[in-house]
């Protein structure tokens, strides 16, 4: 590869703006020009994904029909190479380009200029990273076909939405065996012939971990595997109260919940690029997975527009295939961390072709199932679970009846053009850290709560569900808001602006689970 000393004819990428990054501590000036860095390129689709098809589409219908044309992904190929960049991978049906070079080559291609900064990330452990603001530029022959360049800017992307408490400080606690009996998952299942994935931005795990869990839990544990992606690896023993705590909670609650599923681990750098190719490798995978569960997450406004975009139509075409991807809604209440006075969904939580997963607070009888109390997790404005009205989708078809003057206090939620946008969450699931998860992390026993807990919760209980009607859901959404049955409905607390109430509402959705009710009400309709 030379380099290109000539400087293309670029036009703007709608979306590319991106602000300085929050809370930076130090510049250290223009990253290495020679450095070796990778991107993400995302080209337009063929036909537009518009409607849910009645069946999981194949692999080979969703590349013809919606992937990358033949004709695009060559002119993007022979455009990129022309400018000096290397096409380390290229694949038409998530019609995604991986392109390598260097920070001068890559910069010049796309009109930006890269600093190295060091910003305190999300979880508030400063980073030092790759930084950009303003704009990207593309390459004038490929206007209209290139729709996102991800991964220039390698800022943290989400954060993982779960709070640690030690054992001895939590008031009540349940084992997810317990957690199937109070919400009476499907007796006879166990994930036997299902693929369950979990996406992880971070962290890692030990064998060791999950045959100690498991074993004092009495169970034949899962098949693990970890998958590595854009160059990030299973690496646990890091950080037991940070990502590791989130890893092995995700598989711990899964494994479980479903023992008999195979579960594959996908990790990712913790970068917009990252978490896009983390979940189209695992949805995009033979065997399909039943399920994804996503425990990471960002304010949906914190997100690039072309980065949001590309995540929400990968997230489609999961669902096309008959992928059914489970997202924490977030634990930071209605405003979802942010600092500017105003409510906020959390991302990917927020987008339509993901089953958003809140969070309660659970009283219940371990030894009978019986549960005598469920409220909305609500601890203060950053231990309580996120909820409420997107600023970037419309309410989908299936939301348009809902209400939106569940509010336990001014603001309203920002109007759009349906009134509101798609409310979040779907459904809920025990997430308060005091009524937590009992599971182990780098040798400890731990009290783990929120959101990034419900969505492996409901994870496991989708591949139970797919197993034992043979069936894949995909985007289930739809079918859970025509049903009667299957929900405890929660009725009391807030998570800040929203209300709970009869029904559906912006803090935990539908309500948390029952099980067999809810294959029962599902097996109805199949």
Not at 250 to 257: H, N, P, S, Y
Not at 274 to 284: C, E, K, P, Y
Not at 403 to 413: D, I, L, T
């Amino acid at each position: 590869m030379s380099e290109e000393n000539t400087t293309p004819n670029r036009v703007p990428l709608a979306g590319s703006d991106r602000p300085a990054a929050a809370r930076i501590q130090a510049a250290h000036g223009p990253v290495d020009p020679s450095r070796r860095i990778e991107v993400t390129v995302i080209l337009r689709r063929q036909e537009p994904l518009t409607e849910m098809p009645a069946e999981p589409m194949t692999k080979e219908e969703l590349t013809a029909r919606h992937g990358a044309s033949a004709a695009d992904v060559n002119l993007a190929i022979e455009t990129f190479t022309r400018l000096g960049a290397d096409i380390i991978h290229a694949d038409p049906a998530s019609r995604r380009l991986r392109l390598g070079g260097t920070v001068k080559q890559l910069s010049t291609i796309f009109g930006t200029s890269l600093e190295e900064v060091t910003s305190s990330g999300p979880h508030g452990h400063d980073i030092t990273h790759r930084h950009r603001t303003g704009g990207l530029q593309i390459p004038a022959e490929l206007d209209g076909i290139v729709t996102a360049v991800l991964g220039l800017d390698d800022r943290p992307q989400a954060r993982a939405q779960f709070r640690a408490i030690p054992n001895a400080a939590a008031g009540t606690s349940y084992t997810p065996p317990e957690l199937a009996k109070i919400y009476n998952f499907p007796a006879g299942t166990d994930g036997s012939g299902q693929v369950v994935a979990i996406i992880e931005l971070g962290g890692g795990f030990g064998q060791a971990d999950l045959d100690a869990y498991f074993s004092a839990l009495g169970i034949t544990g899962p098949k693990v595997t970890a998958v590595g992606v854009d160059g990030a690896a299973n690496q646990p023993g890091q950080d037991p109260t940070g990502a590791d705590g989130e890893v092995l909670l995700d598989i711990e609650v899964v494994g479980a919940l479903a023992p008999r599923a195979e579960i594959l681990v996908y990790f990712a750098p913790n970068t917009d690029a990252g978490f896009l190719d983390a979940v189209i490798n695992a949805s995009h995978a033979t065997p399909a997975p039943a399920s994804i569960s996503i425990s990471w997450g960002q304010n949906e406004d914190e997100w690039t527009a072309q980065a949001r975009t590309a995540m929400d139509q990968a997230l489609a075409d999961a669902s096309a295939l008959g992928v059914t991807v489970t997202a924490a809604a977030g634990d930071n209440g209605s405003a979802d961390g942010a600092t500017d006075g105003k409510d906020h969904a959390d991302f990917p939580a927020a987008s339509p072709h993901v089953l958003a997963c809140g969070g309660t607070r659970l009283d219940a009888d371990s030894a009978t199932g019986t549960i005598r109390s469920e409220t909305v997790w609500n601890d203060g404005p950053h231990s309580a679970t996120g909820g409420g009205y997107s600023d970037a989708f419309p309410a989908p078809a299936w939301q348009k009846h809902l209400p939106s003057h569940n509010r336990h206090h001014p603001p309203a939620p920002k109007p759009t053009a349906a009134g509101h946008g798609r409310g979040v969450p779907d459904v809920s699931g025990v997430a308060d850290p005091q009524t937590g998860y009992r599971v182990r992390v780098d040798g400890k026993d731990m009290v783990i709560g929120g959101t990034s807990a419900v969505a492996p919760l409901w994870a496991a209980l989708i591949a139970l569900l797919a197993q034992d009607t043979g069936k894949r859901f995909g985007q289930i959404q739809p079918l859970l808001y025509s049903l009667r049955n299957g929900f405890h409905d929660v009725t009391a607390g807030n998570n800040g602006t929203y209300q709970a109430a009869a029904g559906w509402d912006p803090c935990t959705g539908l309500g948390s689970p029952d099980g067999t009710a809810l294959l029962t009400a599902i097996k109805s309709g199949i």
